[in-house]
């Protein structure tokens, strides 16, 4: 028998006791169940639920536990609720990923810099596996964003627009739609970067850049070149962020600078 004045190590405690489990409440369970019928594809996206009163007497609940129920399911994105019309199955898309991001980076939880880095990771590995899969859909589809920003009569937010498009079809492209959701996501949280770098530098010469990069990747990408388009995507991001570090230097200059005005004519103070 083990006595109280003798120590025992974690691993000797796990042999003396169990976890105890507990049993889910009826909200868990009801929410486990309409959970499962979306994932099953029983209930699909942009199906109408039926009145919380109704669905309570089909799952032979309260109306308190479908709603705490939907309320949960509503926080996790798989159902959104529309006013005067009732609560529907929700259309998952990138959405799910970039309002987290987004909030991420209000918060300052997460820096430009780690965006980049994300970037860096995911975007070359989807340029590869788009020389390996895409198809002439694809291809058309992402020459035809390149042609756009090469007319030359884009405004700052087109641009930003169609610049994000490319790196979306590229992702497509890849033929993963987790990567299609990742890649979607980021891509979108960084259009503001890009507005900001096309409104300071004016558009000529971030419509050149951009265009020169976009149709070396896009070469690579035709002629199923996988290693080639990764390398194109790394050239491309290094200028990227080369951009963003140069534009936040120039910006940072600027606040030390009493009585300066930035490209728009706003006025900063030292």
Same mark, same amino acid.
């Given at each position: 028998?083990?006595? $109280?004045?003798?120590?025992?190590?974690?691993?000797? $405690?796990? %042999?003396?006791?169990? %976890?105890? #489990?507990?049993?889910?409440?009826?909200?868990?369970? %009801?929410?486990?169940?309409?959970?499962?019928?979306?994932?099953?594809?029983?209930?699909?996206?942009?199906?109408?639920?039926?009145?919380?009163?109704?669905?309570?007497?089909?799952?032979? #609940?309260? +109306?308190?536990?479908?709603?705490? &129920?939907?309320?949960?399911?509503? &926080?996790?994105?798989?159902?959104?609720? +529309?006013?005067?019309?009732? #609560?529907? #199955?929700?259309?998952?898309?990138?959405?799910?990923?970039?309002? !987290?991001?987004?909030?991420?980076?209000?918060?300052?939880?997460?820096?430009?810099?780690?965006?980049?880095?994300?970037?860096?990771?995911?975007?070359?590995?989807?340029?590869?596996?788009?020389?390996?899969?895409?198809?002439?859909?694809?291809?058309?589809?992402?020459?035809?964003?390149?042609?756009?920003?090469?007319?030359?009569?884009?405004?700052? &937010?087109? $641009?930003?627009?169609?610049?994000?498009? $490319?790196?979306? /079809?590229?992702?497509?492209?890849?033929?993963? !739609?987790?990567?299609?959701?990742?890649?979607?996501?980021?891509?979108?949280?960084?259009?503001?970067?890009?507005?900001?770098?096309?409104? +300071?530098?004016?558009?000529?010469?971030?419509?050149?850049?951009?265009?020169?990069?976009?149709?070396?990747?896009?070469?690579?990408?035709?002629?199923?070149?996988?290693?080639?388009?990764?390398?194109?995507?790394?050239?491309? /991001? &290094?200028?990227?962020?080369?951009?963003?570090?140069?534009?936040?230097?120039?910006?940072?200059?600027?606040?030390?600078? !009493?009585?300066?005005?930035?490209?728009?004519?706003?006025?900063?103070?030292?």
């Amino acid at each position: 028998m083990i006595g $109280f004045n003798q120590s025992l190590s974690l691993g000797g $405690f796990s %042999t003396l006791y169990k %976890t105890i #489990v507990r049993d889910p409440t009826l909200t868990e369970r %009801t929410q486990q169940q309409l959970e499962q019928l979306i994932v099953d594809r029983h209930l699909q996206p942009g199906d109408h639920l039926p009145p919380q009163e109704e669905l309570a007497e089909l799952l032979g #609940v309260s +109306r308190t536990v479908v709603r705490e &129920a939907v309320n949960h399911l509503a &926080a996790k994105g798989l159902l959104e609720g +529309r006013r005067g019309s009732g #609560v529907y #199955v929700k259309v998952m898309n990138s959405d799910a990923i970039r309002e !987290p991001i987004n909030l991420l980076m209000r918060a300052q939880a997460i820096t430009r810099d780690q965006i980049m880095e994300a970037r860096e990771l995911l975007e070359v590995k989807i340029s590869g596996l788009a020389a390996k899969r895409a198809t002439s859909q694809d291809i058309e589809a992402m020459h035809a964003t390149i042609e756009k920003m090469a007319a030359g009569n884009l405004s700052a &937010a087109e $641009f930003a627009a169609t610049d994000v498009a $490319f790196h979306n /079809l590229l992702a497509r492209a890849a033929e993963n !739609p987790l990567f299609l959701a990742m890649a979607n996501s980021i891509n979108d949280v960084m259009i503001n970067l890009r507005l900001l770098y096309s409104n +300071r530098y004016g558009m000529a010469q971030a419509a050149e850049l951009s265009v020169q990069d976009h149709s070396q990747i896009l070469n690579q990408v035709k002629a199923r070149d996988v290693e080639g388009a990764r390398r194109a995507m790394e050239k491309h /991001l &290094a200028r990227t962020r080369q951009m963003l570090e140069d534009l936040e230097a120039s910006r940072a200059e600027e606040k030390r600078v !009493p009585g300066f005005s930035d490209a728009r004519g706003h006025q900063i103070s030292s």
